[in-house]
């Protein structure tokens, strides 16, 4: 991992873009960004009611529960190394265990396994089966299937709906080769759930 500019974000950043995080829906955060950095956004999106999404990519290690606290997260989304690494359990327990620490919904992706999701409303716990596609690349997926939530829940979907819409833009991401060429636009995303049962 090279950070980069990542790096050099502050909590007094988020700060000066409160405005804007007011303003918005949903807040997307990633941990390539500094853990009190993270927690600050995390802070004023939920001040101001704006919904939260986490991807703990890498593993945040000492950083959760102390620098990001669960209770600020509404959607965590981890892989199944992280769900392990943040919860101290297999993937298939880690749900639970982390909406019990404060998380609202943990979705445990599991690649060509679909995600497991655990949510403190609605149904307890399901499966997001996976698309069928041939791939070629999972670099990117985890950030197409975050972006794509984070874009559903934004538009106002229903959890399920904005799930298998992450699930089929991770999906069309693993057909390309590289992070960047791989993430799929929304129409092709549209297109392919149109084409899906």
Do not use: H, K, Y
Not at 38 to 65: E, I, M, S, Y
Not at 108 to 117: D, F, K, M, N, S
Not at 150 to 177: I, K
């Amino acid at each position: 991992m090279a950070p980069l500019a990542n790096a050099t974000l502050t909590p007094e950043d988020i700060d000066a873009a409160a405005g804007l995080i007011a303003g918005a829906r949903v807040l997307l955060a990633q941990l390539e960004v500094p853990a009190a950095t993270v927690a600050r956004a995390l802070q004023v999106a939920r001040d101001a009611g704006v919904t939260t999404v986490l991807n703990p990519a890498p593993a945040p290690g000492p950083a959760w529960g102390q620098a990001i606290a669960p209770g600020l997260v509404d959607v965590l989304v981890p892989n199944e190394t992280e769900a392990t690494e943040l919860s101290g359990v297999g993937a298939e327990d880690a749900g639970a265990a982390l909406v019990a620490e404060g998380c609202g919904t943990v979705v445990v992706t599991i690649g060509e396994g679909g995600a497991l999701v655990t949510s403190r409303s609605g149904p307890s716990s399901w499966l997001v089966p996976a698309f069928a596609v041939s791939s070629v690349d999972g670099t990117g997926a985890g950030d197409a299937f975050c972006g794509a939530l984070a874009a559903g829940l934004a538009a106002g979907e229903p959890m399920t709906a904005a799930l298998r819409r992450a699930a089929a833009a991770g999906a069309l991401a693993t057909t390309a080769m590289g992070a960047v060429p791989s993430l799929p636009s929304a129409a092709a995303v549209g297109s392919f759930l149109a084409r899906s049962p």
